[in-house]
């Protein structure tokens, strides 16, 4: 299978950079390159696994994962309360990770090095939360850290991302710095919005094509297939990578955006992060099906089930459905199992969750599962992992510091760059419009005509 080349600089390299971002060294053309998911044993005489084909759920989608979920949950009421109850067994070791088919050794730990950088920012943001420093709601993304570097990792630099709240590790694969969410956060005059709006509300649709987030879970999607779309029009097939929770996908907006990128064969790839809990609600009273990639038989796109927190399998998955969208073949949903490890939001403290579940979790910290793999595999030393670890420190620290002596905006101008200036021109990013219909005037005139006379 065609591969692009993906050797996205860390976020200790891009520190020095001309212009205060990471400088994006993808291309965007694929180039040939053959799988590297080669035998470790008969490489490096490690005891990484072979390389597996997946299994088959009931309904025929592909399962990359190594283990299947052995518990589910129950509600039940107790002495008057209302509480939730595990049903299984939650005491299995992690499985290994699935040897990635296209990442390279130095591409395997660039992501660990960005999923250590979004777990660190993180854990600063935390902190500066509870001193009183952010403004507004903190959303964090402990548990997903795989899902988000590791799709965004397979994307090339004409590709867009449409984040949600927790996908930050995604935003600083695209080029964004830990400052500028921190920033974001604070509401400071230099964060991405210039504290016109604190949280995770930015993007950059010039540079790094990146959509916004949007609140209203699942408009992003349809904010996608139209990219994916004006792109078609001017000549070039993109992907454009967006997300959803699992509480999310059942809203109308998920449905409507996604199943009109499937009708037109747009490249929108979908990541449904099947995290187990829709706030305080758990999977069990959301849906009736158990895996939330039977849906991509309704939209009539392939599906796939991964394993959330084994970035070789969300890189795998990402990578073969951007792929198909570079060729003009349509959408792809994938469904990436994992767990939020914090709550909803830092006002939400999980009491909900059973113990017994976070610790089977625990297990399964994708960045301790990345970093066991690359050690195992002999691509990377104990005392290698901690350099990584040290650096990615020294450089939040750099970022924190900036952002906390960063000015709050001037309130002379508070009331500028609000709203979007209609009268603006937005040039056209790939080219020329390549697609038109010359007969567009005389089916507008002959759709009126069936609507009003016949």
């Given amino acids: 299978m065609a591969s692009r080349k993906t050797e996205v600089k860390s976020a200790e390299a891009s520190s020095a950079s001309s212009n205060g971002k990471p400088q994006d060294s993808k291309e965007s053309n694929p180039g040939e390159a053959k799988p590297t998911g080669t035998n470790p044993k008969e490489s490096n005489g490690s005891n990484i696994p072979p390389q597996q084909p997946p299994t088959k759920n009931p309904h025929g989608i592909p399962d990359y994962r190594l283990e299947q979920l052995p518990f589910h949950i129950e509600g039940e009421w107790k002495n008057g309360n209302y509480h939730y109850k595990v049903i299984g067994d939650t005491t299995a070791p992690a499985p290994p990770l699935r040897p990635s088919k296209y990442l390279t050794r130095e591409q395997s730990i660039d992501v660990y090095r960005l999923m250590v950088t979004n777990r660190r920012m993180e854990d600063s943001l935390e902190r500066m939360y509870k001193q009183s420093k952010?403004?507004?709601?903190?959303?964090?993304?402990?548990?997903?850290?795989?899902?988000?570097?590791?799709?965004?990792?397979?994307?090339?630099?004409?590709?867009?991302?449409?984040?949600?709240?927790?996908?930050?590790?995604?935003?600083?694969?695209?080029?964004?710095?830990?400052?500028?969410?921190?920033?974001?956060?604070?509401?400071?005059g230099g964060s991405p919005t210039r504290g016109r709006e604190s949280g995770s509300h930015y993007g950059d649709a010039k540079k790094l094509n990146v959509i916004?987030?949007?609140?209203?879970?699942?408009?992003?999607?349809?904010?996608?297939?139209?990219?994916?779309?004006?792109?078609r029009?001017?000549?070039?097939?993109?992907?454009?990578?967006?997300?959803?929770?699992?509480?999310?996908?059942?809203?109308?907006?998920?449905?409507?955006?996604?199943?009109?990128?499937?009708?037109?064969?747009?490249?929108l790839v979908l990541i449904v992060e099947h995290n187990l809990w829709a706030y305080s609600t758990p999977v069990e009273l959301q849906f009736a099906c158990k895996d939330l990639a039977d849906r991509s038989l309704g939209y009539g796109v392939p599906g796939v089930i991964v394993d959330g927190t084994d970035a070789n399998q969300v890189y795998d998955a990402t990578h073969e459905a951007v792929e198909r969208a570079y060729r003009g073949e349509g959408a792809s949903f994938i469904e990436a199992k994992l767990m939020r490890m914090k709550g909803h939001a830092m006002h939400d403290a999980a009491v909900y969750v059973p113990t017994e579940v976070k610790e089977y979790w625990k297990r399964r910290d994708p960045i301790?599962?990345?970093?066991?793999?690359?050690?195992?595999r002999g691509w990377l030393t104990a005392a290698e992992a901690k350099k990584i670890q040290a650096d990615v420190d020294t450089l939040m620290e750099e970022e924190r510091a900036f952002a906390e002596a960063s000015p709050m905006p001037d309130p002379a101008d508070a009331g500028t760059d609000v709203y979007f200036d209609n009268a603006t021109e937005i040039p056209l990013k790939y080219g020329e419009v390549r697609v038109q219909n010359a007969n567009a005037s005389a089916k507008l005139a002959e759709s009126s005509a069936t609507t009003h006379y016949k």
Avoid at 136 to 150: D, F, I, K
């Fill in 368 to 376: 301790l599962r990345m970093e066991k793999y690359l050690i195992e």
């Fill in 233 to 267: 029009i001017q000549g070039k097939n993109i992907a454009c990578l967006a997300y959803i929770g699992d509480g999310g996908q059942s809203t109308g907006p998920t449905y409507e955006g996604f199943n009109f990128a499937a009708v037109q064969r747009l490249g």
């Fill in 134 to 188: 952010v403004i507004g709601g903190l959303y964090l993304s402990q548990g997903q850290e795989a899902t988000s570097v590791a799709s965004a990792y397979a994307l090339g630099k004409d590709d867009w991302l449409g984040p949600m709240i927790r996908n930050q590790g995604s935003m600083i694969v695209k080029g964004y710095r830990p400052r500028d969410t921190m920033m974001q956060y604070m509401a400071k």
């Fill in 212 to 231: 916004a987030p949007i609140s209203h879970l699942g408009d992003s999607i349809s904010v996608c297939a139209g990219v994916a779309l004006g792109a």
